[in-house]
């Protein structure tokens, strides 16, 4: 397995591949998520590249770019294991030389505070930065395809949008979110949860299968869940940043439940913010 820091080199490498490629960017701290998205990348291409980067356009000035987890021998090993045959791990100075001017992808019917808002109305810029490195990487590593996951539902979809307006030629493969036995979605943040965070987080799951139910024995209104996921989440000692149900695709609100209604929820557990979502119908 190659391990890569520079544009140069990776284009270098690129350039020897015949067969198809398929990318999956991370921010590292890898875990069993991570790990499906090779497995299933592995499945669809003839190469599978992981991007190992903490991007730090992506977070806001007081949130946890310092302190993000920061792995990377484990997660080399890790990519080497599951059978990756190269990992890009750039520093911050190569994907962002000084001197250079940014600039931006904008996909504001589903990044901005109006209509979707969500992450966009907690996080101002952070899709900004989010659309600028996914776009880099493309650039940089051109993969057929490229692996995304449903955990991070708001930023699929604007990476999905983003792909499709600017016909970037890759492939996007949609990766089902991987769950703790307790339902808790996996995520790096989750290592900063204490041992009764990490069991009140629990929570949320809980609180997100109830309204499924609810959902599909019928008769409940799209408004009547997100009060009822507000408050189960609540009572077990979170707090809530949004718990709605929207379109899944388009993150719309929906008058009424039906095929694409998804619920999608943040919460807080002191300073760590968990995300997760639902498919309810
Ligand atoms: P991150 O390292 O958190 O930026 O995530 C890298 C990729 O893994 C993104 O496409 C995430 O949506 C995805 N991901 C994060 N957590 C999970 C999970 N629990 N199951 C599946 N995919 C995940």
Redesign the pocket.
């Known amino acids: 397995m190659d391990v890569i820091r520079t544009v140069a080199e990776l284009r270098q490498r690129r350039a020897a591949i015949q067969g198809t490629l398929a990318l999956v ?4 701290a890898l875990h069993a ?2 790990l ?2 090779l497995d299933v990348a592995q499945q669809q291409a003839d190469e599978v590249w992981v991007s190992v980067f903490v991007n730090p356009t992506q977070f806001g000035p007081n949130e946890d770019y310092a302190r993000y987890p920061r792995t990377l021998e484990a997660d080399l090993a890790a990519c080497e294991a599951r059978g990756a045959s190269a990992v890009f791990c750039p520093e911050p100075s190569e994907v962002y030389p000084p001197g250079v001017e940014p600039a931006h992808v904008d996909v504001p019917g589903l990044a901005d505070q109006l209509p979707a808002g969500l992450e966009a109305a907690h996080r101002p810029g952070h899709f900004a930065g989010v659309c600028r490195v996914v776009l880099k990487l493309l650039m940089m590593a051109q993969p057929t395809h490229v ?3 449903v ?2 539902l708001q ?2 979809r604007v990476c999905q949008a983003m792909i499709k307006d600017l016909n970037v030629p890759t492939e996007v493969i949609e ?5 703790e036995p307790d339902g808790l ?4 943040r989750n290592a900063y949860l204490d041992p009764d965070q990490r069991q009140r987080a629990a929570g949320i799951q809980r609180a997100l299968q109830h309204a499924k139910q609810r959902a599909q024995q019928g008769g409940v209104h799209a408004t009547e869940l997100e009060t009822q996921i507000a408050q189960a989440i609540t009572d077990a000692g979170l707090v809530v940043d949004y718990a709605v149900v929207r379109d899944g695709y388009t993150l719309r609100p929906i008058d009424e439940l039906g095929n694409a209604s998804w619920a999608i929820v943040t919460a807080r557990l002191g300073a760590v913010r968990l995300l997760d979502n639902l498919r309810l119908v």
């Open positions: 960017p991370t921010m590292g998520g991570h499906m998205h692996t995304l996951g955990k991070d930023q699929l990766i089902p979110i991987v769950r979605a996996m995520s790096s």
